[in-house]
């Protein structure tokens, strides 16, 4: 059974980073691309950054561009999401996903219950 | 432009048919895919590529395109049916993901 879990959220005060953490089993992790989403409270969803199956393309949505860096240990099965110069605004619950292709970035097929970041004083 | 737009709500009375639509740029280039949404769970892909249903999806969910426009079709829909729909594509780059605003339906 292909499945993601994510790790790491908590309260956390504006300016101060994070690291969210997420654990793959059930497929060939290298063998895809993967990708964090979030969505704040009452909110849709919100793509945040993904990477291909070797690192070789990555890609973070602007609001997040410059401040979060995404990485990937295929040895680990593990997806990362390194968190910078937190804001309120982002406050959300993040999602870990897996594309269904290994180098484009298309349609995630499975889905994380989410780790909920709080940003706030 | 590197948007998708959603209508924000939609209902449909139980069994009969419903259309969720999304509009934008990328569409005209890449296939969109549909995910459904309930309250307090993860999102679940619906449809992908010109009509593809992942294993378990029923078979009352199809999708199809034209021009700047995707469509997701619900024939027959169900109670279960409830909830958020959201559509996404990647842009031109390749690098980068898009998600429409969402669709509400509600089955009445």
């Known amino acids: 059974e292909v499945q993601v879990v994510e790790s790491g959220g908590g309260l956390v005060q504006p300016g101060r980073s994070l690291r969210l953490s997420c654990g793959a089993s059930g497929f060939t992790f290298d063998d895809y691309a993967m990708h964090w989403v979030r969505q704040a409270p009452g909110k849709g969803l919100e793509w945040v950054a993904g990477?291909?199956?070797?690192?070789?393309?990555?890609g973070y949505a602007d609001s997040v561009k410059g401040r979060f860096t995404i990485s990937r240990d295929n040895a680990k099965n593990s997806l990362y999401l390194q968190m910078h110069s937190l804001r309120t605004e982002d406050t959300a619950l993040y999602f870990c996903?897996?594309?269904?292709?290994?180098?484009?970035?298309?349609?995630?097929?499975?889905w994380g219950q989410g780790t909920l970041v709080i940003v706030s004083s | 432009s590197s948007e998708l737009t959603q209508d924000p709500a939609v209902s449909v009375a139980l069994g009969q048919t419903v259309r969720i639509t999304c509009q934008g740029d990328?569409?005209?280039?890449?296939?969109a895919g549909w995910y459904h949404q309930k309250p307090g769970l993860a999102p679940i892909l619906v449809i992908y590529?010109?009509?593809n249903r992942p294993s378990g999806i029923p078979d009352r969910f199809s999708g199809s395109s034209s021009g700047n426009t995707t469509s997701l079709t619900i024939t027959g829909a169900q109670a279960e049916d409830e909830g958020d729909y959201y559509c996404n594509s990647r842009d031109s780059s390749g690098k980068i993901l898009l998600f429409g605003g969402g669709t509400k339906l509600t089955v009445l």
């Open positions: 990477v291909s199956w070797d690192s070789g393309i990555i």
């Open positions: 990328s569409l005209r280039f890449f296939f």
């Open positions: 996903a897996k594309d269904r292709t290994s180098y484009a970035f298309g349609d995630l097929d499975s």
């Open positions: 590529g010109r009509n």
